[in-house]
């Protein structure tokens, strides 16, 4: 027996790198393969199976019946070899028939043979056959014959690939190809979608796994690890500024890997067995992977997901392979898969081909998941282990509606999902035919409800769900979209078209809001990183500063809303004054205009936005200047409980049913209507039929959600009888019971009131 798992894999792919260099056809080549392997291991039998119309079949063998090649057939999940390939695993059996998944094939003579050895042959993280040992006497195989089987199945897979003798991994041959998963996730942004899994950060394709030159390989290898670590210090600098304790953590972790000299010594010995660089990095991430598995520790599995980030992030590097699914050309019907996005990122994506998101991370009002809502796109967050579960073109069923993912569906889940789909459109279309009728009280009052927007196709939202008007345009996504800063004449004309498609319905534009997690590569801070960017430089604060920005932005705005009115609105507004710098720059804007004597709006309405708590302090300076005021409920919220809108810990922690932001609504609402200024609700919230309802609850007659959202509070608002719902708050809020969401609820249901 060889002496050591690097001399035992290398004399076996010495011998292979001849057979894979020579110009026979494949099947020659498989059939030199199984005597090189059956010689070297000391085995009566080695076997190839691979997968072909979703079956394994014997493509090759030294030691079984020549008549069973090509005839002995095995269904996923059958007998020893088709449960190797179904669970990804390895067996080594000193008694095969004493197995319980032992199948046995008389076609093959195989009763002769007592110990049986399997690994699965991976190609792209799929099994697509097994490679199997079978020896007379019962015994097991040694660990060290284990590795040099997978280091040659790993070869296998290649040879194979290359020679067009799998199935290559389309659609309908995955889905077949392992077990069905459901996983289950947070509820980000609702809606359903069919399609196949892409990740943001794809895994890299090895094409070659034996090396030519073994000491160039090890150059390569060195070479990706200083760099690799480059950019983890870097990560860890930064971080030191930038991130809290939970990041700080991973990050320290990410330092242990990547400064691990035991995993730099194995990759090595890979290198050594005669494997070239990447699959070397991918031969011992899968031992670890395997190891991994036997241990039940939600801990170390969550370490192993660390690992596999930066196993993944050493092999792009080393591969150059570096660019996201957005740069490489996204397929139909992608389901993107990430740990977490910024908005930026996710607006590089072809909203057409992007069906739906699953994060690993993520929270409701992350400002990519508002980017998503905007697009229309359904997010499920806090999806565990997806590397795991999921792999580059598995199919996938994501409902969020019900919080989950099947991976990999059966057809009569497939056939269900579809049923429950055409449900949803019926919905859907019952929601449109709302569209020409007011959003009324049953006792007679009219709620104005608009829609969020950001982007230009986002205002056919206007005419598709008949609403009021735009209640919020965020103009900070063109921003963002966008690889430089916008020109004003690019401005300008989104404006104006914005302006053009909603005719005479209102729309605010909110000047930029830019900062916090909605960052911009061309434009930071001259200091050092932000320790607490969302309480940071941003939005109205940023546009102060940086008077050029703003001064541009409301020349665009003017100009494109010449003859017409002109509603702006400045997000963050803290202090009073703050507002009064904002309008008196507009105003110069507006003076330097006129004095050109060119077309200006024919009125100009300034509003400010309340996301900040210390503008309730100072409302009675406020709102004599303002004509309107809207509620940002979403930083509002972070704000209020000072927990952070964008961490996935404190996702489900505070509900905006809750008695502080209930009564911090009412505070402000009861003012502006004292004052006769209109107040909006313009967060996340209001886009919640029973949240919603509680704002209506409060006094809250101007809504503006995200487009989805319009049918289902349209009926919401249809059923309730306002006077009778105003008790109700009034009541809840002078004794508030701990479950107020409970408590409203059951009124809701109580009353007849529509919540989808
Ligand atoms: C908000 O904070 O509630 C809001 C509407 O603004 P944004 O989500 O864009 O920060
Ligand atoms: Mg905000």
Redesign the pocket.
Known sequence: MPVSAAASAREILTRLHDVMAARSPAQAKLNQVVEIIGEALDSEVCSIYLLREGVLELFATRGLAPEAVHVTKLALGEGLVGTIAEQNEILNLDEAASHPDFAYKPETGEDRYHSFAGVPIVRRERSVGVLAVQHADPRRYADIEIEALQTVAMVLSELIANAGLIDQGGPKDRVQSTATVRTAGQKLVDGMAAGYAVFHQPRVTIEHTVAEDTEAERHRVYAAFDKMREQIDRIAREAEFGVGDEHQEVIATYKMFAYDEGWARRINEAIDSGLTAEAAIERVQQRTRQRMRQIDDPLLADRMHDLEDLSNRLLRIVSGQMGTAAQLGLRQDTILIARNLGPAELLEYDRRRLKGVILEEGSL?A?VT?VARAMGVPVLGRVRDVRRTIAEGDLLLLDVTEGSVLVRPTLPMEEAFDAKLVLRQKRKAAYAALRDLAPQTRDGHRITVMV?AGLRDDVAALDVTGADGIG?F?T?FQFLVSATLPQRERQQRLYREVLDAAGDRPVVF?TV?IG?D?ALPYLVSDDAEEENPAMGWRALRLALERDGLMKAQARALLEAAAGRTLNVMF?MVSEAWEFDEAKALFEAQRNWIASRGRRLPNEIRYGA?L?VPSLAYQLDLLLPRVQFL????????QFLFAADRANPKLAERYDWLSTSILRFVKLVSDQARAAGVPVAV????GGRPLEAMALIGLGIERLSITPAAVGPIKAMIRSIDRARLGERMTALLAQPPRDFRGALSEWATGEGVELA
């Open positions: 009002t400002h508002i969020n919020l965020r900070e909110r809001d916090g909605k997000p936005m996301e809207s509620i940002g409920t979403n930083d509002l919220t313009c967060g996340e919230m």
